[in-house]
């Protein structure tokens, strides 16, 4: 396909990207915590994908090239709007992630909102993490890449790919673990690592 656009065929880049539309996104939200941001990020990264994809090679996988150039593409934003690139832990600012979700009729409203709860939690904890460790932690556990595929796109070794996943853990247990203790029985934990 990329063949095909490279050779003019221009209407087709749509077709190639509608997979990873929804991952690109995502990665630019969880690093800029705003979805009209993101936004933008996410449709400045495909159109430097289209203008660059002449010099993709196919070393590696299309999605992990794209995730590349988002995270670029978020991290230049950043750098915009803070010279410094540090993250405060004070920073209770909250990125506006609201998926749209159906009500399930069966649940139990009281359990509906302690999941609320622990997701919200779980959201400003990862949103407090240090950048370099929140990207690693985005990568892994919640667009589930590999150790390789982290490790490209975000162009450190696998070794620093699982330390920066180790560290990030142990920082989320540290800040969660108190909180998610007492609001979960552990029977319903679902968390490994804490």
Not at 93 to 96: F, T
């Given at each position: 396909m990329i063949a095909k656009?490279?050779?003019?065929?221009?209407?087709?880049?749509?077709?190639?990207?509608?997979?990873?539309?929804?991952?690109?996104?995502?990665?630019a939200l969880s690093l800029l915590h705003n979805e009209a941001e993101a936004e933008d990020a996410a449709q400045d990264a495909f159109l430097k994908a289209y203008r660059n994809l002449g010099s993709f090679r196919s070393e590696s996988r299309l999605s992990t090239w794209l995730i590349a150039?988002?995270?670029n593409e978020a991290r230049a934003r950043l750098?915009?709007?803070q010279p410094t690139l540090t993250d405060s832990i004070d920073d209770d600012?909250?990125?506006?992630i609201t998926p749209a979700q159906l009500t399930d009729w069966r649940e139990i409203p009281s359990d509906s909102l302690a999941r609320q709860e622990i997701?919200?939690?779980?959201?400003?904890?990862?949103?407090?993490?240090?950048?370099p460790y929140r990207e690693v932690f985005v990568l892994r556990e919640i667009e589930e890449r590999n150790v390789q595929e982290t490790a490209e796109t975000l162009g450190i070794t696998t070794a620093s790919v699982k330390m920066r996943l180790h560290r990030a853990r142990m920082m989320l247990q540290k800040q969660l673990a108190p909180q998610l203790?007492?609001?979960?029985?552990?029977?319903?934990?679902?968390?490994?690592?804490f």
């Open positions: 656009i490279l050779t003019g065929q221009t209407e087709i880049f749509h077709e190639l990207i509608r997979p990873y539309e929804r991952s690109v996104y995502l990665m150039i988002v995270l750098r915009r709007k600012s909250e990125g506006a997701r919200n939690l779980i959201r400003q904890a990862v949103s407090a993490l240090p950048l203790k007492s609001a979960v029985p552990s029977s319903r934990r679902r968390f490994p690592w």
